[in-house]
């Protein structure tokens, strides 16, 4: 009797295992991954930026961005300011307090600025 239990006890395993299903076994379809797109930076000037000791002029500095990022300034200073690249490539001209600059990256490189007001105020976008 005790032979004959195990052997059903195989039998139905057995069937549960061999089973057979609707659809042949496919192999999973990997999800994509999704391609980064180029984001926003947020850079501030701040309250009290002309008296700061270059590098604390804006901040963060110096910041790294995505080629096709936009950077974009605020002065959060209580005067005016600007945001001048080094080689020309940019300038906000002035800035009132409160008032905002973007600037588009579409190339790789350093881009070093400043402040024109304030020459000491100086900063970097890194774009890769």
């Known amino acids: 009797m005790e032979l004959r239990r195990i ?3 195989c039998v139905i395993i057995l069937s549960a ?3 057979s299903s609707s659809s042949p076994y496919t192999s999973p379809t990997p999800t994509p991954t999704p391609t980064p797109t180029p984001s ?3 850079v501030s000037i701040p ?3 002309r008296s700061s000791s270059g590098m604390a002029g804006f901040a963060p500095n110096p910041i790294t961005v995505a080629v096709g990022a936009a950077v974009t300034w605020t002065n959060n200073d209580s005067i005016a300011h600007d945001v001048t690249s080094d ?3 940019w300038n906000s001209n002035s ?3 409160g008032a905002q600059f973007t600037f588009t990256f579409q190339t790789k490189g350093a881009f070093p600025y400043h402040c024109a007001v304030h020459p000491g105020m100086v900063g970097t976008v890194n774009v890769q």
């Open 7 to 9: 052997l059903l006890c």
């Open 17 to 19: 295992a061999c089973g």
């Open 40 to 42: 926003g930076t947020a």
């Open 47 to 49: 309250v009290g930026a």
């Open 87 to 89: 080689t020309g490539v």
């Open 95 to 97: 800035m009132a307090p």
